[in-house]
């Protein structure tokens, strides 16, 4: 396709649809009802939203087939709608939330799950998907922790340009390629108070240092869209910040993929009081540097009356509509506008045996041994089993953003027992509701009685799939009062009970870590969730995930990371209550959390010996090599996720008390050790310094290695000038 002269083909308001996105209803043949609502909401006729050149929220490939007929029916140019989805941790066959795929630590893992789902999607005519959502996350009452993988840049980049390149493939070239696009665009994740869609105030050194690093991986890996966040920054909303767009993204980042909008962003920057009216509001993001608008018709509507001003120029429209049309052309839209829709093998892939068994994997990998006082694993000869909670036999654990997936394709914990021990005699009751704050614990007694008949009991706890996600921050992170008294009860009637939790982001556990024998998270596990909580606790597979966020000791600690900052007057001991004394503490909680990002147990034990550094100093330019010796002292082969953190003791500005620089999962057999060798070089510690340059500064830097940020062998060494 000749995209140039097609452009030049194009009348204004042809090109104004092709940057303008809207819901599939539009598109509908027979839904005329719906048209005219949103239409008149977006003050656009039937015949504007024709002009549409993308398309979200439709499912299934006879779906695209039907809208992109419309369609290019009605396009005076014909050209094909680019249909885009949300695609964040499955299409059909849903594997854990991304919060829990931090977890795994796993490049590859995390590529083959987000490939996978891009062929699920694609066979269902996706051709981009708003994933991945590289936001660090340091606040648990936040809603939207679950899409992030973590609070740490270095895990959250390596995974995020897996994700690029699961979904993206051999750039675009294979049928089930789809393009990515990283969000939200920038530091959507630090909104103040935890609270959805609020300002993010910070330096821009904080923003540059430890917020922007992930989205960078991202288009360093060839990340085909970015979406600007909602929030401001600075006190400029992301759609509408020349710095964030034009400064950063696209003069130093270098990118020039396609800027689309969050839902009805453009507008809402009216309510932000950075626009007048919607047509403001339009120039301001396209000055700014966005291409596609999501969901409002602003630029549509207005783009004629501001060129005519000169508040905008056609040259940006062009380059806009430019760069949509060239992605439709390298999708391969203009030779085959279904691409890879196709009904048949839609129905082929979708829950596919092999799709199944990939995110059973990568349940159990996600999955996290929080406590185990030695109950787990349990034996499979267990003759009574009593599988106990509200989300003993919930369906409801694919998570919030999970797109075409169903509850009804979610294994229960009830069934993943069941299944696993068919011998067995497994009871169940609810014993309460999972409803947020609920007090009642209806069942209780027969709860307990069948905690006191069983070998042993399977405690199922947590918070539902719809209280996390967009829109759903809470201000208290703890378990409903019903579920604490049905754990206080059924723990007192068996010892031999372990807790599994659902939760879509950290949750305040300190009560609960006092009572209960093992907890083991499963996060929101997906559609293979049942069947890998029960293989991990009777020991068919081996927990290994390691946290990609803090666990709180209480809600007034968020946000809290692992790579805080030591202040000047640092606590002595940080796990404890400090009674008094000028120093950095509270009065009523330790400094320390719960759990700290990195923590994870398994069924083996690991040991750590022989840290060595290859020199005691580097010069610029030199690296330095890392090797630590680790054993499997267990009985059964493990994984053992092997993190390196650094340091820098002295610098221009203050550094954090530890940084990830680099992880290694490996796998041990019982009794087998083995040397993991990193390498540390000078971009490792390089930071924004003082002056604002990005530079390693000579000094003095400590390397930690160990199972977790707050254990494990250290060593020095020093960067000469
Ligand atoms: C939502 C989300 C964004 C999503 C978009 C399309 O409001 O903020 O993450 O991709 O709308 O559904």
């Not at 599939?24 to 009802?33: L, M, R």
Request: aromatic share 8%; glycine share 8%; net charge negative.
């Amino acid at each position: 396709m000749d995209i140039k002269k097609l452009l030049n083909d194009m009348t204004l308001e042809e090109k104004l649809g092709q940057i303008t996105q809207l819901n599939a209803i539009f598109f509908k043949k027979d839904n005329t009802a719906d048209i005219t609502g949103p239409a008149s909401k977006l003050h656009i006729t039937e015949q504007d939203a024709l002009l549409s050149g993308s398309v979200l929220n439709f499912i299934g490939a006879k779906d695209m087939k039907e809208i992109q007929d419309v369609a290019m029916e009605k396009q005076p140019h014909h050209i094909p709608l680019l249909f885009m989805q949300d695609v964040i941790h499955g299409y059909r066959t849903i594997y854990p939330i991304p919060l829990g795929m931090g977890c795994t630590f796993d490049e590859e893992l995390v590529e083959d799950c987000a490939r996978m789902s891009a062929k699920e999607a694609a066979v269902s005519g996706v051709h981009v998907t708003f994933s991945p959502m590289l936001d660090l996350v340091r606040d648990a009452r936040w809603g939207r922790v679950m899409e992030s993988t973590g609070e740490d840049p270095r895990l959250n980049g390596r995974l995020g340009a897996a994700f690029v390149r699961g979904y993206q493939g051999d750039d675009l070239k294979g049928k089930y390629d789809i393009a990515a696009c990283v969000k939200h665009f920038a530091a959507y994740g630090a909104p103040e108070a935890g609270r959805d869609y609020n300002a993010v105030e910070m330096s821009e050194h904080a923003l540059r240092e430890y917020y922007l690093p992930g989205y960078k991986a991202c288009v360093d890996a060839g990340v085909e869209m970015l979406m600007p966040s909602f929030n401001t920054v600075g006190g400029v909303p992301s759609t509408a910040n020349k710095l964030l767009l034009d400064k950063i993204l696209r003069r130093e980042w270098g990118f020039d993929g396609i800027v689309i909008s969050d839902y009805n962003a453009y507008r809402e920057m009216v309510r932000h009081g950075v626009a007048e009216d919607d047509k403001d509001a339009a120039a301001k993001a396209i000055n700014a540097g966005c291409d596609m608008e999501m969901m409002s018709a602003t630029t549509y509507l207005y783009a004629k009356e501001l060129l005519d001003e000169g508040r905008i120029t056609m040259e940006q429209i062009d380059t806009a509509v430019l760069r949509v049309l060239e992605l439709k052309d390298r999708l391969g839209l203009f030779d085959n506008p279904y691409r890879a829709a196709d009904e048949k093998e839609e129905a082929a892939l979708h829950l596919c045996p092999e799709h199944r068994t990939l995110v059973r994997r990568a349940a159990e990998e996600a999955a996290v041994l929080l406590k185990n006082d030695g109950v787990l694993p349990f034996s499979k000869k267990l003759r009574k089993v009593a599988v106990i909670g509200p989300f003993a036999a919930e369906k409801g654990i694919k998570g919030f953003w999970a797109c075409a997936g169903r509850d009804e394709d979610c294994v229960t914990v009830l069934a993943g027992v069941r299944a696993l021990l068919p011998d067995a005699e497994v009871a169940t009751t609810p014993g309460c509701s999972f409803e947020l704050g609920a007090t009642e614990v209806p069942d209780l007694e027969n709860a307990v009685e069948l905690a006191c008949e069983a070998d042993a009991v399977i405690l199922c706890l947590g918070e539902y799939q719809k209280m996390t996600g967009e829109g759903n921050s809470r201000a208290t992170l703890t378990l409903s009062p019903a579920q604490m008294e049905l754990a206080r009860r059924v723990i007192d009637a068996n010892k031999n009970t372990a807790v599994v939790l659902f939760n879509g982001r950290p949750l305040v556990l300190t009560e609960l870590d006092k009572i209960a024998p093992a907890i083991l998270t499963m996060w929101q596990p997906g559609t293979e969730g049942g069947n890998a909580a029960a293989r991990l606790l009777f020991g068919d597979a081996n927990p290994c995930g390691k946290l990609s966020m803090t666990f709180p000791w209480t809600d007034g600690q968020c946000p809290i990371y692992y790579s805080h900052m030591n202040t000047g007057r640092p606590v002595k001991n940080p796990k404890v209550i400090t009674e008094n004394g000028y120093c950095s503490r509270y009065m009523d909680a330790p400094v320390d959390p719960l759990y700290v990002f990195g923590h994870g147990l398994s069924y083996n034990t690991y040991t750590y010996d022989n840290l060595t550094l290859s020199a005691d100093s580097i010069r610029p330019g030199e690296q330095l090599e890392v090797a630590v010796t680790v054993k499997n002292n267990g009985e059964r082969t493990g994984k053992e996720i092997v993190q390196l953190y650094i340091r820098d003791r002295v610098a221009s500005v203050a550094r954090p008390v530890k940084e990830l620089k680099d992880f290694a999962k490996i796998e041990l057999e019982a009794g087998e050790s083995a040397a993991v060798i990193f390498t540390i070089t000078e971009e490792d510690l390089k930071f924004h310094t003082a002056d604002g340059s990005f530079a390693a500064e000579p000094g003095l830097f400590e390397v930690f290695v160990g199972p977790s940020s707050d254990e494990g062998l250290k060593a020095e060494f020093r960067l000469e000038k």
